[in-house]
């Protein structure tokens, strides 16, 4: 077992026994077996010493048992780090940065508060997942729909605090947030915006109240512990057609993404639409020696043989006349631009039969599914960079990271790229991993730690990031010295100055912890 | 460790053997069970008959059944957090591995753990393998406390 920074076996054991006055005896989480249930199994330290291990787990049920846990973890200054439902694999899953962490478990706050069908709106605890969500909406017959991240299982707040990206109509999902319940370090429980006046009604309506606004501080972030969260939900459209456009060569990504801007920027396409090579890797982007998955040749007709062409997904919402007609616009214009590009799509209409749509069209519709894991293959880690969206930029992404990979004999053919955040493009880089071949991940490591840097020099920077990366990843926010870094430790060394709150949370350390920075 | 065809038979002597490594569990929940079929739940898979005789003769017994595919449905996922919830339940599977897979992510959040699975894997490699839409595992869940010895 690992114990917490500083502490003593016996120091421990009374922070523990405290811990189970607090939340009861069942939970909390010691043995062996049962902290391995809280291991990032895609971490590149795995099987290494360098791996954080939690020492301990602990599940309150409410707002006043964390306080307990709080009070406690400040009384021993013990590092703790917050889950909801612990599930942000290819990012860190449920561990935490210091070794000997306890990690706070919030999956038994799982209540619906609320469901407004007029207002469209839910406010939800942390251990609500997406398809609880969705279900409690079908179980009303509400006519509501929600979005998601594509693995069923995501907490609403977990998600929705990393700034997850859905595949709908409210796929940036950090912008369909309203209002939320934080306890503090000390313990104290405040709520945003319109929540703050005790008898507004509007606590999920108007996101902003008076003053400065504050909820974006708590999302990956380690300067409170969101208990209650507010989400935009979107009235049920009477039609829906989910689409993809295919284009057969490599260099035709850059028109591509060029036809789709504006018709993104107006709204003409609403949904958080997604394009992505037409093969996959065993990792996405990241390919053996010989080109193609598994290291096999990878022709698919593309006008230079071995380089994949590509699709985007995209989805059309509303009265039936409308989607129409957009559908069909946006096909002259992608038409117009690449003439050789093809077309598929399904239309559905309300009341709307999940059974029959496939994974694409589910996710667009914001129909969580598990089905995703042969879609994204996430074998390994990755990075996820922010640039503009446009397709010259894009292009000299692909080539710059292609002779990165090439450094480390792979090579890079292209990853998902997410519109999510209308007005920028985020795309993903994959490394594979192995579990029985340290070097492998020793090599995965210095590429993307690599990928970071150069990225960093290029302007591009990380929408968020495996807990390993954490630190490269921040350094690339460098304007004026890190002035947004030093401002981040300002909030983080006042809130919290015994630096209890996941220490090193993208990079953020406390005071105490700071020279644990990589 | 029992293997897979012993599991099949649906017997207490089988859960009584996943118990014997689980001594907690052994005292928490089996010595309350006075019915046939030691498991509350189990999910089949219709579109294997072996999956599906094992369901029938869990039935006989007194099991609540239901069918779950690639893809969760709501009608498993129903049975599955009520018996969940009740944290008391011995929930047992015949299911396709990525099926399983995603049961077992789900059941970390309601405090529910493997106490069998017919080939040992953490349940995001399941998630992760090739074919795994395809081969059958068998796997049962017990609440996380019967084994928290704290
Ligand atoms: C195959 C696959 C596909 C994926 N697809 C997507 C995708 O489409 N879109 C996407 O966004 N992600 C995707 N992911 C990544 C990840 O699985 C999801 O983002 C998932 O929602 C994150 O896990 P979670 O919801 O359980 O959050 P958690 O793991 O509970 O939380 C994530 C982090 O948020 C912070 N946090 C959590 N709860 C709180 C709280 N209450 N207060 C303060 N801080 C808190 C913590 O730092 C925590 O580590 C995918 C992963 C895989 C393996």
Not at chain 1, 188 to 215: C, F, H, I
Not at chain 1, 328 to 353: G, K, L, M, W
Request: overall charge negative; glycine content about 10%.
């Amino acid at each position: 077992m690992s114990l917490p920074p500083g502490l003593s076996q016996g120091q421990f054991d009374n922070a523990l026994s405290e811990f189970r006055t607090a939340v009861g005896n069942d939970w909390v989480f010691t043995i062996d077996e049962h902290i391995a249930m809280y291991k990032d199994y895609f971490s590149p330290l795995q099987n290494t010493e360098a791996q954080p291990i939690p020492s301990a787990a602990v599940a309150p049920d409410s707002v006043e048992e964390l306080k307990v846990v709080l009070r406690v973890a400040n009384d021993y200054q013990i590092p703790l780090w917050t889950i909801s439902t612990g599930k942000n694999y290819g990012y860190g899953g449920p561990d935490s940065r210091v070794n000997g962490s306890v990690i706070v478990d919030l999956k038994r706050m799982n209540r619906i508060l609320e469901l407004n069908e007029e207002h469209a709106y839910a406010l939800v605890e942390p251990g609500v997942s997406t398809y609880d969500l969705w279900r409690e909406i079908r179980r009303r017959g509400y006519r509501l729909w929600t979005d998601g991240p594509s693995p069923a299982y995501a907490s609403i707040i977990g998600n929705t605090l990393e700034r997850g990206a859905g595949y709908g109509l409210l796929g940036e999902r950090a912008a369909a947030q309203c209002g939320m319940e934080v306890v503090l370090a000390n313990g104290d429980v405040m709520r945003t915006g319109m929540g703050a006046n005790s008898n507004a009604e509007t606590w999920q309506q108007y996101k902003y109240g008076l003053g400065p606004y504050v909820d974006g501080m708590f999302s990956q972030s380690n300067l409170g512990i969101v208990t209650k969260m507010g989400i935009w939900l979107i009235p049920e459209p009477p039609a829906f057609r989910s689409a993809e456009v295919y284009v057969s060569g490599h260099e035709d990504i850059i028109p591509m993404i060029d036809t789709l801007r504006p018709l993104r920027l107006s709204n003409v396409i609403a949904n958080s639409a997604t394009a992505s090579t037409n093969q996959g890797g065993h990792i996405e982007g990241a390919q053996g020696p010989g080109g193609g998955a598994g290291g096999g040749p990878n022709v698919d007709g593309g006008h230079a043989p071995g380089l994949p062409g590509w699709r985007a997904r995209l989805g059309f919402y509303g009265y039936d006349r409308v989607v129409e007609a957009n559908w069909e616009q946006v096909q002259d214009e992608f038409a117009s631009a690449i003439p050789s590009a093809t077309f598929h799509s399904s239309r559905f209409a309300a009341p709307y039969n999940p059974d029959e749509m496939l994974t694409e069209s589910k996710l667009a519709a914001g129909i969580p599914s598990f089905q995703e894991a042969p879609i994204w293959n996430h074998g390994g880690t990755f990075v996820s960079m922010v640039m503009p969206f446009t397709g010259a930029d894009y292009w000299d992404f692909l080539q710059t990271y292609d002779g990165l990979y090439q450094e480390y004999g792979m090579r890079y053919m292209g990853g998902p790229l997410h519109f999510h955040a209308p007005r920028s493009l985020m795309t993903l880089a994959g490394v594979p991993l192995s579990s029985t071949d340290n070097a492998v991940n020793e090599r995965a490591m210095a590429l993307c730690e690599n990928l970071i840097r150069v990225s960093g020099e290029k302007g591009w920077s990380e929408y968020r990031t495996p807990l390993v990366f954490m630190d490269n990843a921040m350094e690339s926010f460098d304007f004026n010295d890190h002035a947004l870094r030093r401002f981040h430790e300002t909030l983080k060394d006042t809130l919290d100055p015994n630096g209890i709150l996941s220490p090193g949370k993208n990079g953020v350390w406390p005071q105490r912890l700071r020279e644990e920075r990589a | 460790m029992i293997n897979r065809r012993l599991f099949l038979q649906t017997s207490s002597a089988t859960l009584a053997s996943i118990a014997s490594t689980n001594p907690a569990l052994a005292k928490g929940i089996i010595k309350d069970k006075d019915k046939g079929s030691v498991f509350d739940l189990v999910l089949f898979d219709d579109q294997h008959k072996e999956s599906v005789d094992f369901a029938t003769d869990a039935k006989k017994n007194g099991a609540t059944i239901g069918v779950v595919h690639e893809d969760l449905n709501e009608e498993a996922y129903d049975l599955l957090t009520s018996h969940f919830s009740s944290q008391r339940s011995i929930i047992a599977g015949y299911t396709r591995e990525h099926t399983a897979g995603y049961i077992l992510a789900l059941a970390r959040d309601h405090a529910y753990q493997q106490v069998h699975f017919s080939e040992l894997e953490p349940e995001l490699q399941l998630l992760l393998k090739e074919n795994s839409q395809k081969k059958l595992v068998a796997w049962v869940l017990a609440p996380l406390y019967t084994t928290n010895n704290s």
